[in-house]
């Protein structure tokens, strides 16, 4: 299979180097030195599923790779604004597009591109970073991405998702092919979107805010209130959505940090808009109250394009 990788950071480039170590031809999209490590070295994956180099294009000029059969887009969503008009440049007529980024509006804003017709939607759940261009460290052991369908649902997955999810496996991806990406992704969203705001808002690990019975209460409130939201949008949530969220944080590890604590801690920018923000934005088009997390929202918003700057008074 043909697949280009636009964004092969932590995560992109992580699967991206499993696809190429299977045999796939793969093409990393990608800028800076990181491209020029890649193009020189190769893209080099530390895990504790074995080291490998991956070794694949990456053009400086995309629209000189012809179209492949899936694009994987990877990067920071704050980079649509330059990477989704890549997808016009590259993509053919059968050309599949899988988005692997945070939130729940990546799908939607990808088919405002190029159409719905090309878009699955995914997740991926992997602790991985960029430890000098050209190097991914992978951490613990989950490297894991759900999929499926996102604008035509169905009762089981579709064959062209089966068809991915085969070749994931095959290159040794924990691919679980769901039928409705939506309800997967949005039971990730509303973890994610509570859990990273109060890590970065308080700068302290997950154990911080669920071992305080105040902060804890808060958290929960706002897994409530995404709850909500996700109900509004038509959403086919399961029943017991608290109950599994108050599971999950009792096996999460007390020192981890969220993404966006990370990011907020290096200076960077954050994805405060398509977490945080997009709660509050489909929240008003509802109707339906979301008083903690747009208080968050608020707390982080400054923030979103790297550190604030001292006004003068």
Partial sequence: ???????????GGYFGARLAAAGHEVLFIARGAHRRAIMERGLLVWSPFGDLVARGAAPE???EIGPPDLVI????????ATALPLLRTIAGPDTVVLTLQNGVDSAEEIATVIGEAPV??????????IRAPGLIEHTGRYHRIVFGEWF?????????AAAIGAVLTEAGVVA?????ARVAI?????????????TAATRLPTGATWNDPVLRAQFMGAVREVVAVGEAEGIPLAAGQETRIERLMQVVLPGMRSSMLIDLSAGKRLEVETLQGAVVRRAARHGVPVPIMTTLYAVLKPWADGPVTTWAS
């Fill in 73 to 80: 887009l990877a990067v920071k969503t704050y980079d649509n």
């Fill in 176 to 180: 679980e092919v769901v039928p409705d």
């Fill in 152 to 160: 035509r649902p169905g009762s089981e997955p579709s064959p062209r």
């Fill in 186 to 198: 949005w039971e990730k969203f509303i973890y994610l979107a509570p859990l990273a705001a109060f």
């Fill in 1 to 11: 299979m043909r697949i280009a990788i636009i964004g092969p950071g932590a995560v």
């Fill in 120 to 129: 699955l939607g995914g997740t991926a759940y992997i602790a991985a970073a």
């Fill in 61 to 63: 000029d995309p629209s």
